[in-house]
């Protein structure tokens, strides 16, 4: 008889829940509590829509900004004289230009030069009032070499070069509300006609604020003495540092120090740079986001288990070892994580594209960035149960089924 016991209880053992009974019972524990589930899974989801987005929305910009600068072009350099130790502006050279195409990579070179005039609207504006435009001597070569367009109207030819006319930058033109070309201004007190309004220049910016004339017209109309004050010079890509390295001797022989040498493309590959150090507080305000979101799983899961100590009892009275109870609210705190991290991942990405819509951007989402949000939600949803899972399977069946 009593090796027919033996026999028997040797054959029991605890019945085992297949991992589809499993997620059977996870689920049903959040449907009996919608509206709690909701709230605790919009701090998980904060978090990861968050991150997702920041990450996003900094791979859609700095994709953006590469393609610009693939199409502008990193091989502009630019000489610009310095200042002289008493704080004076110093000039370059009027052979300036020569001296850069004799420079055996070189296969653009031109300038532009400052112009000593007041830039007004009309005879009626006061001559202080210059509403922060400028005047520059252009040579007609200036667009090739910038890849820069004009918006209206026409760019200084041979003959408009010689002529009181003027070519706006996009900014100037607004300034001075002039909406399009054969409008008139004056510099100093002479008329000039506009004969068109540059589109941005985005390589040099500083462009955008003034009003460009012909070199030939600068020296005749208006005292310019004909020395450039910025030089630009492309040159093929692979050479561009060689080129770099020899400017300012070429130009100032024997005072290289008295002028600076730039590529403006290293501006905007500079702002990409910047633009980590937003990316990171970003990140980490989603970090913060998703551990709040974290708590809050683990207060609604400990809450959970005070509710639903009856059912604990009954399911451990029936036979529930303290494993399936653990595992059953370990597997509803991981569903309701995934739950928040899923919506997350879909509104980040949502927001994603629709700001990169409205920007004209290549919308960009990392596969990555959505897949370690959605890791991070399941580690949260472990940490956030194993304390209630594990409280849950210490309930005595007695106690919990006497809990009121």
């Given at each position: 008889m009593r090796a027919a016991t033996r026999s028997t209880r040797s054959r029991l053992r605890p019945a085992r829940l297949a991992p589809r009974d499993v997620l059977g019972l996870g689920a049903v524990g959040l449907r009996a509590r919608r509206a709690r589930v909701v709230l605790s899974a919009l701090g998980i989801a904060i978090g990861i829509a968050t991150m997702v987005a920041v990450v996003g929305l900094s791979q859609s910009s700095k994709a953006d900004l590469m393609a610009r600068?693939?199409?502008?072009?990193?091989?502009?350099?630019?000489?610009?004289?310095?200042?002289?130790?008493?704080?004076?502006?110093?000039?370059?050279?009027?052979?300036?230009?020569?001296?850069?195409?004799?420079?055996?990579?070189v296969q653009h070179a031109t300038a532009t030069g400052s112009v000593d005039a007041r830039i007004r609207r009309s005879d009626v504006v006061p001559q202080e009032r210059t509403a922060g435009v400028t005047a520059q001597a252009?040579?007609?070569?200036?667009?090739?070499?910038?890849?820069?367009r004009v918006a209206e109207g026409t760019w200084l030819d041979g003959a408009g070069e010689?002529?009181?006319?003027?070519?706006?930058?996009?900014?100037a033109a607004r300034r001075l509300?002039?909406?399009?070309?054969?409008?008139?201004?004056?510099?100093?007190?002479?008329?000039?006609?506009?004969?068109?309004?540059?589109?941005?220049?985005?390589?040099?910016?500083?462009?955008?604020?003034?009003?460009?004339i012909g070199f030939p017209a600068a020296q005749k109309y208006f005292r310019f003495d004909g020395r450039p004050s910025m030089v630009f010079e492309r040159s093929p890509d692979a050479t561009v540092e060689d080129v770099r390295a020899v400017l300012a001797r070429t130009v100032s022989p024997g005072?290289?120090?008295?002028?600076?040498?730039?590529?403006p493309s290293d501006a905007l590959a500079a702002k990409a740079a910047t633009d980590k150090g937003l990316t990171t507080l970003m990140l980490g305000l989603g970090a913060v986001a998703l551990l709040v979101g974290g708590v809050?799983?683990?207060?609604?899961?400990?809450?959970?288990v005070l509710e639903r100590r009856q059912e604990i009892g009954l399911r451990r009275a029936i036979g529930a070892t303290r494993n399936a109870v653990r595992l059953q609210f370990l597997t509803e705190s991981l569903l309701l994580s995934a739950?928040?991290?899923?919506?997350?991942?879909?509104?980040?990405?949502?927001?994603?594209?629709?700001?990169?819509?409205?920007?004209?951007?290549t919308a960009v989402v990392p596969p990555w960035s959505v897949a370690a949000g959605f890791g991070a939600t399941l580690l949260i949803g472990v940490l956030a149960g194993l304390y209630p899972a594990a409280r849950a399977a210490r309930l005595h069946p007695t106690v919990a089924l006497n809990a009121t």
């Open positions: 600068l693939d199409r502008l072009g990193t091989n502009l350099l630019t000489v610009e004289a310095g200042e002289d130790p008493l704080g004076g502006g110093l000039k370059l050279p009027k052979s300036a230009v020569a001296m850069v195409e004799r420079i055996g990579p252009a040579r007609t070569d200036l667009l090739a070499a910038l890849n820069a010689r002529l009181p006319v003027t070519v706006l930058g996009s900014v509300g002039v909406t399009e070309p054969g409008e008139k201004i004056m510099m100093d007190d002479r008329y000039v006609v506009v004969i068109g309004v540059l589109a941005p220049v985005e390589l040099v910016p500083t462009l955008d604020r003034v009003a460009l005072a290289e120090g008295s002028v600076k040498v730039s590529r809050g799983v683990a207060n609604t899961m400990v809450v959970s739950l928040g991290g899923a919506t997350g991942a879909a509104l980040g990405a949502a927001a994603t594209f629709g700001f990169a819509l409205v920007q004209g951007w």
